[in-house]
């Protein structure tokens, strides 16, 4: 068990530029779930999938976000033109169907110019 | 909509005492409540989950207990060490939908500084 991991850890891009994050869950977990933290404040959820179906999405998900999980393995979050208030620290979870307990991976750093 | 307190934004104690952290929810009736912990720059850790027909749990050194009548989780850390020093964050199944889901929803966490 390598735990969850993400690609890459720190990101820093211009406004306007796209960005993309990958995540890769842990082997046997069928669901993933994306978060974003801002300083001082805990993860707010984003995304869920379970295997590739991605079955939840939240209110602060704006179009210019966009999460693929296409083989029901890694998973990618893209951004499209980035703003300065996308600057945060984005999370990959995953959880194995029938427990409740998500693990963390390290996070991706952003920061938008 | 659902809210989650946790009690205060940072705790210091003294090493060798016991640190508890409250975490305060409403509008909200959770089927468990989780608590992670944090280092700066790295992703939560889980730690225990408490489900709701359950008082108390315990795992080595830390203690949860939830109160679905208070709306209350106390997280207890017994014989703090300076390694405990970390962000504490509780989390509650769903969101303020009040419907079914698996995302977590969590408080902004509390920072316990462990001082030798």
């Known amino acids: 068990d390598t735990g969850v991991s993400q690609d890459p850890r720190h990101k820093i891009t211009k406004r306007g530029q796209n960005v993309t994050f990958r995540c890769d869950p842990i082997?046997?977990?069928?669901?993933l779930y994306w978060y974003r933290q801002t300083l001082g404040q805990g993860p707010e959820f984003l995304t869920y999938?379970?295997?590739?179906?991605?079955?939840?999405k939240s209110r602060l998900l704006s179009d210019r976000f966009s999460a693929e999980r296409p083989k029901g393995s890694f998973s990618t979050l893209e951004i499209q033109r980035t703003e300065q208030g996308d600057s945060a620290m984005y999370l990959c979870?995953?959880?194995?169907?029938?427990?409740?307990?998500?693990?963390f991976g390290p996070g991706t750093r952003l920061t938008v110019l | 909509s659902q809210k989650i307190e946790q009690n205060s934004e940072a705790l210091n104690i003294q090493e060798g005492k016991t640190a508890t952290l409250t975490c305060n929810y409403t509008?909200?009736?959770?089927?468990?409540l989780q608590w992670y912990r944090q280092d700066p720059g790295r992703g939560p850790v889980f730690l225990l989950l408490?489900?709701?027909?359950?008082k108390e749990k315990r795992k080595e050194r830390l203690k949860v207990t939830f109160d679905t009548t208070l709306k209350q989780s106390l997280f207890h850390i017994t014989a703090s060490q300076p390694a405990d020093s970390a962000t504490y964050l509780c989390?509650?199944?769903?969101?303020?939908?009040?419907?079914?889901?698996?995302?977590?929803?969590f408080g902004k966490g509390t920072k316990l500084s462990v001082i030798p």
């Open positions: 979870a995953s959880s194995s169907q029938g427990t409740d307990t998500q693990y």
């Open positions: 082997s046997e977990h069928n669901r």
């Open positions: 999938f379970q295997n590739e179906a991605q079955l939840e």
């Open positions: 509008n909200y009736s959770p089927a468990y």
């Open positions: 408490i489900r709701e027909n359950e």
């Open positions: 989390a509650l199944d769903g969101d303020d939908s009040g419907a079914g889901s698996y995302q977590l929803t």
